[in-house]
C-alpha cells in the first residue's frame, strides 16, 4: 500500500534553515505529482508546494516562495522542502501528501504522518 | 489569490444528516475536493471531483457543487464522523491549491 514518512522536522532558530525529507513506497514515484501542505497549532491547513513527477514544475504559496525550495530524487523515492529564512509563523506540521491522478486535478490521495517544525527563539 | 470559506462548526444528532459548505467565487466551475481530519491524524480525501468517492470511504458520504457553493453531505451521521473537514480546489491561474478554513463537525 501507498506509504509516506516524512522526516527531518525539529526546533530552529528563526533565520535559520531546516530540510525535511519523504520517503515514499508502494507507488510508482516517479510518476506522480507531490505536494507539501501544512498545519500550523490550532489551525487548518496551508498548501505550500507541488512538484510534477518529472521536476519540470514547482509552484509555491507566497508565504513562503524564495525562501522554500522543493525537490525530488525519483531514483531514491524521495521528496525533499528545503525550508530557509525560517520564521515564527512556519511552526507547523509539515505533511507530504500524493496528488491521486497522474494527469488530472482529483486532489491529494496519500498523506504522510507529518514532521514537526518549531521555529522559536 | 482564491478564497475558500467555510462555517467554522456543525453540529448534527447521529443519524441524521450534516451538510458543510464551501463558498467561492464560482466553484462550481472548479473541481473541489473534500478532507477529513480526526484529532492526531493526517487528512484522508473523502471526496474528490466534486462527487466521486476514493475507495473505501462510505457512500453515506457524498459532495456536489452549483454557482458559488460547494456542499459535502454526510448521510446516517456515526459517532466516528466526529472530525474537521476541509475543502480545497486548484487555483489554476495562479497554479496553486487553496484550502477553506475548514469545519469542525460534532455528533452530538
Known amino acids: 500500500q501507498v506509504q509516506l514518512v516524512e522526516s527531518g522536522g525539529g526546533v530552529v532558530q528563526p533565520g535559520r534553515s531546516l530540510r525535511l525529507s519523504c520517503a515514499a513506497s508502494?507507488?510508482?514515484?516517479?510518476?506522480?505529482?507531490m505536494h507539501w501542505v501544512r498545519q500550523a497549532p490550532g489551525k487548518g491547513l496551508e498548501w505550500v508546494t507541488f512538484?510534477?513527477?518529472?521536476?519540470?514544475?514547482?509552484y509555491y504559496a507566497d508565504s513562503v516562495k524564495g525562501r522554500f525550495t522543493v525537490s525530488r530524487d525519483n531514483s531514491n523515492n524521495t521528496l525533499y522542502l528545503q525550508m530557509d529564512i525560517l520564521r515564527v509563523e512556519d511552526t507547523a506540521i509539515y505533511y507530504c501528501?500524493?496528488?491521486?491522478?497522474?494527469?488530472?486535478?482529483?486532489?491529494?490521495?496519500?498523506w504522510g504522518q507529518g514532521t514537526t517544525v518549531a521555529v522559536s527563539s | 489569490s482564491y478564497v475558500l470559506t467555510q462555517p467554522p462548526s456543525v453540529s448534527v444528532a447521529p443519524g441524521k444528516t450534516a451538510t458543510i459548505t464551501c463558498g467561492g467565487n464560482?466553484?462550481?466551475?472548479?473541481?473541489v475536493h473534500w478532507y477529513q481530519q480526526k484529532p492526531g491524524q493526517a487528512p484522508v480525501l473523502v471526496i474528490y471531483?466534486?462527487?466521486d468517492r476514493p475507495s473505501g470511504i462510505p457512500a453515506r458520504f457524498s459532495g456536489s457543487t452549483s454557482g458559488n457553493t460547494a456542499t459535502l453531505t454526510i448521510s446516517r451521521v456515526e459517532a466516528a464522523d466526529e472530525a474537521d473537514y476541509y475543502c480545497q480546489v486548484w487555483d489554476s491561474p495562479l497554479d496553486l491549491r487553496v484550502f477553506g478554513g475548514g469545519t469542525k463537525l460534532t455528533v452530538l
Open positions: 508502494g507507488f510508482t514515484f516517479d510518476t506522480y505529482g
Open positions: 501528501a500524493k496528488d491521486f491522478d497522474q494527469w488530472l486535478d482529483y486532489g491529494m490521495d496519500a
Open positions: 464560482n466553484i462550481g466551475g472548479r473541481s
Open positions: 512538484i510534477s513527477y518529472d521536476r519540470s514544475k514547482k
Open positions: 471531483f466534486d462527487s
